[in-house]
């Protein structure tokens, strides 16, 4: 079996008093991808946003490709060019058409010549369907196409990793299948992902593993199939049952 | 449900009375509608020009029937006189101009400076943080003029060799030091309305801490506070005259040497019109553009 892509060990993170995850460890596999679902406020995006060193750690390891991210001497930037976020909103930026969000990092930290980055930011655009939409500013397009344009502008980096946290949570939810099926897509090209989301039926479809973050702990973790249909820890039986309850499961 | 293409339209829910064709016509009730709307608006524009010519006439003849008006318009508005050192005035009005042009640039640059500084978050800034701070609120808080006479009058007391006493340097230099407090808040208030996921955005894409700053941050806060920052352009403007008090020759102080000579205000009210032919334009123009932003962001996020 290949080296793990993303590997955590034991990572802890608090605000202050407040710890917001605990002893979390788990492996990410080339073209793997592992589904974070739970309660809001149980500390998925905190844990994404580590990830991408966007929060410092306060204990334990993350690794990236067997490199030790959470080194004192590491430098984030460098980090962030094999990492992709997409976070649940604001992402895109609105004094920027589309094309020009797409090569903003391709040019700007990546030193790519422009034109070759257009070229590439085409290409992108045109496969997921959004070609025309390339000299658009982004208060033109729907919630989901926004969405599907912050996907697209972090995979012209071409990332080891894609962090996706609750990509779908902001939008009408007649808009949320188009932004899910890209997803699908990346998953069924090979893309290595780490996703946070409330939509169990999409859980169910990409996640090879998935883990259930209980007040910043992984209390159950497993193949999707195991994890929904029989849960073991009682809070996990809960969550689904609510989850039920509203319609999302 | 799954398999969709990407390529799905943004809504769906078509309304309900949306006609496609040219052949829609409007019907007895839409056509009543608008007769009874044209009726209405008809009555009101005749009842605002009504009052309107009644109030203002009333006033205007009140005015010119007055026993006061001969000599009101003699001493103000004599046009005949006002014309004759008008070139003088406008000689003077270069004074502002340049001023304005030199202030208002170096207030840019020393404003954006000092909001980028009291909005970074580097330690190694701190001391920097605290004297922005103190030197903002210090400057806000008193009225200009005494910055004028302070520094115009305080620096050549000081009668240090090497330190201008050209009042026209001096009264410039008091003007960017009152402004740039004014205009580093107004930048720092943009700063701080980017969203931060747009700076958690631009870092995760690897952009650094600068180039966050200088693609994500700053385009968008500008725009958010070009209005703002044309207001106080106009203010700067109208504030040029006040350096006048140190004795430098501006459109102020050319219509007050005027003045002392013949007693007749008129030249105050010639330094007046021009002060208002510059800034009038630009006062409407601020007014559209805010208008217009208003309109815009309010538009926006229904996405
Ligand atoms: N920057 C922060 N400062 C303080 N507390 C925070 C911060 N970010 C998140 N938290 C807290 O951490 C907890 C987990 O939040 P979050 O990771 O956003 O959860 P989730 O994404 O699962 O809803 C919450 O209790 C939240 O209040
Ligand atoms: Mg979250």
Redesign the interface.
Known sequence: MSQAVLQLEKVRKSFGSEVVLEDISFKVLEHKATVFIGASGSGKSTLLRCINLLDQIDDGQILLDGQDISAANVNPDEVREKLGMVFQSFNLFPHMTVLENVILAPTKVQKVVKEKAIDEALELLNKFGLREKADQYPDRLSGGQQQRVAIIRSLARHPRLLLLDEITSALDPVLVNEVLSTVRDLKSEGMTMVLATHEMGFAKQVADELCYLDKGRILEWGSPKKLLESPKKSETKEFLRRLLQAGRL | ????????S???APSSSSNFGGSWSPSEIELARRQARQARNKKSALIAALSSFLVLGTLGLVLVTSPGWETLRNTFFKWAYGFEILPKILLGFTTNATLTVIAGTSVALIGLGIALLRTSRSPALTPFRILATVYVDVFRGIPMLLVILLVGFGIPALQIKGLTNNVLVLGTLAVIITYSAYVSEVIRSGILTV?P??R?????????NF?TLR??VL??AI?RVTPPLLNDLVALIKDTGLVSILGVTDAVRAAQIQTAKTFNYTPYVMAAIIFLLVTIPLTRWTDRMLRNSYEREN???Q?
């Open positions: 449900m799954a398999k969709k293409s990407g390529r799905s943004n809504r769906a969203h996921s747009q958690a955005a631009a870092r995760s894409l690897g952009l650094s180039q693609h994500v385009p968008q725009k538009a926006v996020g996405a």
